[in-house]
Every structure is written in structure tokens, then in C-alpha cells.
């Protein structure tokens, strides 16, 4: 029996997965192009950076107390479609995450989840006593488990997590399943939609969760400034949802929240319609490039919706990632992630997207 310290540990909380970011850049004499954590190709917003260098001569004093500028911004963003009580910011998507979990899951709640998928949603579920139901996404295409996902369901069943375009998989949930799947949920389960790389889906019926939202379902919205706006260094994020639960998370946010840097940083991105242009641009060129690239030398890879591809590489993972590293790329592993053998490679500009090519192309002798 426990009769230290340890004996007022909670239980669920003991060493198991942890999730690990993708890693920095290491010192080299050459350079190193990071194409492992899928971020923004062209760097971030200039309306973005001049923000935050205004704001510089100012971080001696504290920042907003509420979220309620870039709410407001947000909403506009929506053209008005959403009110300005509907959105909530955080530290980046996995601290709308967390919040979300702190305000639904009681030692005991299910929580449903499709591998592979980002790991946060497992991990930080764990942090509250949730008891974790992996429904895998179905291969070999990597689509949901609809039917899966309902045989799951029971009564301790608090939230559900999808995710469109997918992390790490690139593949997207269909509009015609979203409706089908919206319309059988239970009233007293959160579904919690992670549409973090939605800027970057062009497929025709690709969906995201606004219009169940304002149809009023319990739908949240996720997303963050990481990727489209390249502001990952900043660590915002946001989701909307109905008024009501929006009301009742906001129980939870904590005052100043937000740093002064990263505020007037996410307000600068937000109004920087050509940057945004720009980068869904590049990131669907790239997109093509690759797509070809891979056709032509035999890779195996999925169709990606994001800004990212999964490959099945021609070497075990961690050899291809090490050989990657040695001509100068940086890709990501992930089977932490759910998908044991398979690497991520983030889409770059055109010059790294040449420069991956010819690793792999020299890496496989073609």
C-alpha cells in the first residue's frame, strides 16, 4: 500500500504514450529543408510580423483579459455567418483541445477516436480518466468507420473526434458522410471536428463543420493559425460551435490567455487575404508536383486533401527518415501516430520540393 506522495497520484495518470512535436532544426553546415511538422511553405503572414513588431515595445504589460478582439474578427472572417460568442481562442489547436476535454470528460466518459489520427486527442483524453475507444480508420484507403464508430457508442460515451483533412493520413471525410453520420449522432455526445488544414481542400464535396453548426447540432469546429496563417510559433488556435456550448467552455478560459505578441499576430494574418491566397497556391502546386513525382519512381502514397502527403517508404521509416536527414530533409515518422512504417512528408516551396525528389530519387537509385 502507498503511503507517500504516490498515494494521492490519480491513477490515470501514469507513464504511457506522450506526444512528441515534430523536432527543430538541427545546426548544420548545409542547408536542412523541414518538410516533418507541416508548417507554412512561404513562413508566416508579413501583416502577421509587422504585428507583432509594433507590439514589441509593449510585452512589459499585460495582454487583452479576454479573446473578444479576435472573436470578433473571426466572425467576420465567417462573413458574419457566426456571432462573435460562438468562437473561442487558445494557446493553439491542442489547447482548444484540452479545454474541451476539461469541460465534458469525467474520470470514467468515453472518448472515440479513429487511428491513425493526431495522437493529442488519446493522450490528452487520458489526462482526465477518459476510457479511449480507437475505431481505425479503414484501410486501405484510410476512411472512416462509420458503422464502427455507432457499434461503439455506449452511455459513457462524451466525445467523438473526426478530423478533416486527416493528420497524419491527408484523406477527408465526404460531405455525403458527414450529413449521414451528423444525423445519428446522440444529442448528449460533442462531436469535436478538427478541420485545422481545411484551407487546402479543393475536392468537391468536401465539408466542414459550419454548416452543422448552424443547424445547430453539438458540433465543434476546430482549428488553428499554424498552418495557413504560419503562425505556429505563436501557439494560436480557435473552434466554433453553437452558442450554448461556446458559453459553457468559456467557463474555463482563462484570463489573458493570449499573449500581446500572439493576439495582434493572429488579427494581422487574419486580414492578410494575399498571403492566405498564396499559400493555398503554392501548397496545391506542390501538391501535383509530388503527386507525379511519386507516380514516376514507384512511391506508394494516399491522396492528400492537406498540405501534407503519408508515404509508405521504400526503407524501414527510420532508415528512410536517417537517409532523408543526410541529403538534407527532414520527414516524419508516424507510427506514434497510428501508422506504424509510414512516413509524412510536409508539401515546401518549389525548391524544396525539388530538392526531396532528387533525395528519393537518388536514395532509390532512379
Not at 484507403?141 to 462509420?146: E, G, H, I, K, P
Amino acid at each position: 500500500m502507498k503511503n507517500g506522495i504516490e498515494s494521492i497520484f490519480k491513477a490515470h495518470l501514469v507513464p504511457k504514450d506522450v506526444y512528441k512535436g515534430g523536432k527543430n532544426i538541427p545546426p548544420s553546415d548545409k542547408k536542412i529543408y523541414k518538410l516533418s511538422s507541416n508548417e507554412n511553405p512561404l513562413g508566416a503572414s508579413p501583416k502577421a510580423v509587422e504585428a507583432i513588431k509594433k507590439t514589441a515595445d509593449r510585452i512589459d504589460l499585460y495582454p487583452d483579459q479576454t479573446d473578444i478582439r479576435l472573436r470578433q474578427a473571426l466572425a467576420q472572417d465567417f462573413d458574419a455567418k457566426l456571432t462573435e460568442d460562438q468562437f473561442i481562442c487558445g494557446n493553439g489547436g491542442s489547447e482548444i483541445i484540452d479545454m474541451i476535454l476539461r469541460a465534458f470528460i469525467n474520470e470514467g466518459d468515453e472518448v472515440i477516436y479513429s487511428n491513425p489520427c493526431f495522437l493529442p486527442y488519446s493522450v490528452f483524453s487520458r489526462w482526465y480518466g477518459a476510457k479511449l475507444i480507437d475505431i481505425p480508420l479503414l484501410q486501405p484507403n484510410y476512411t472512416l468507420d462509420v458503422e464502427g464508430i455507432f457499434n461503439a457508442i455506449s452511455e459513457r460515451t462524451k466525445v467523438i473526434f473526426l478530423t478533416s483533412p486527416n493528420n497524419p493520413t491527408g484523406t477527408y471525410i465526404p460531405k455525403s458522410v458527414m450529413d449521414d453520420f451528423i444525423s445519428r449522432i446522440p444529442k448528449n455526445i460533442v462531436v469535436v471536428f478538427d478541420e485545422v488544414y481545411r484551407h487546402f481542400a479543393d475536392a468537391e464535396d468536401y465539408v466542414t463543420a459550419l454548416p452543422y453548426v448552424l443547424d445547430g447540432h453539438n458540433v465543434i469546429g476546430l482549428n488553428s493559425f499554424s498552418k495557413t496563417y504560419g503562425l505556429a510559433g505563436q501557439r494560436v488556435g480557435y473552434c466554433y460551435t453553437t452558442a450554448k456550448i461556446a458559453n459553457y467552455i468559456r467557463l474555463i478560459h482563462k484570463p489573458f490567455l493570449l499573449p500581446q505578441t500572439s493576439l495582434e499576430a493572429a488579427l494581422g494574418a487574419l486580414s492578410d487575404h494575399a498571403f492566405i491566397e498564396k499559400t493555398v497556391q503554392t501548397v496545391h502546386e506542390g501538391r501535383k508536383f509530388l503527386a507525379k513525382a511519386f507516380d514516376e519512381t514507384g512511391i506508394t502514397y494516399w491522396p492528400s486533401q492537406a498540405n501534407f502527403f503519408i508515404i509508405d517508404p521504400p526503407l524501414p521509416e527510420m532508415e528512410f527518415t536517417d537517409r532523408m536527414m543526410d541529403e538534407g530533409i527532414m520527414v516524419r515518422p508516424v507510427s506514434q501516430f497510428g501508422a506504424p512504417g509510414k512516413v509524412r512528408i510536409t508539401i515546401g516551396d518549389a525548391e524544396a520540393n525539388e530538392t526531396l525528389v532528387n533525395a528519393m530519387r537518388k536514395i532509390m537509385n532512379k
